[in-house]
Nanobody, 121 residues
Framework: QLQLVESGGGLVQPGGSLRLSCTAS????????IGWFRQAPGKEREGVSC????????EYADSVKGRFTISRDNAKNTVYLQMNSLKPEDTAVYYC??????????????WGQGTQVTVSS
């Protein structure tokens, strides 16, 4: 069964950090481009970051540049989203997604169930 599972969400104070994990079962993440998305209540889902298939090229939304970092651990078949200097406006459900195409952009074939991130004092 092909599955993506996110973890690492939680409640954090403004200025704090969290690291989200996206782990796959049934397929190899390094053979896919991986995207992180988020959706806040009442808002549309937005792309946060992407890492290309098989390599380290990454992209970020302007709202998270310099604060978030996406990375792979191929041995663990996991992709991470390190989130630093968190702001209340980062509060959302975060999703990871995977697609076998190489370049960032376009649709994604596989989606996780999401993990809640809440930034509040």
């Amino acid at each position: 069964q092909l599955q993506l599972v996110e973890s690492g969400g939680g409640l954090v104070q403004p200025g704090g950090s969290l690291r989200l994990s996206c782990t796959a079962s049934g397929f190899t993440l390094n053979d896919h481009r991986i995207g992180w998305f988020r959706q806040a209540p009442g808002k549309e889902r937005e792309g946060v970051s992407c890492i290309r298939r098989g390599g380290g090229s990454t992209e970020y939304a302007d709202s998270v540049k310099g604060r978030f970092t996406i990375s792979r651990d191929n041995a663990k078949n996991t992709v991470y989203l390190q989130m630093n200097s968190l702001k209340p406006e980062d509060t959302a459900v975060y999703y990871c997604a995977a697609d076998p195409s190489r370049w960032c952009g376009g649709s994604y074939r596989y989606w996780g169930q999401g993990t809640q991130v809440t930034v509040s004092s």
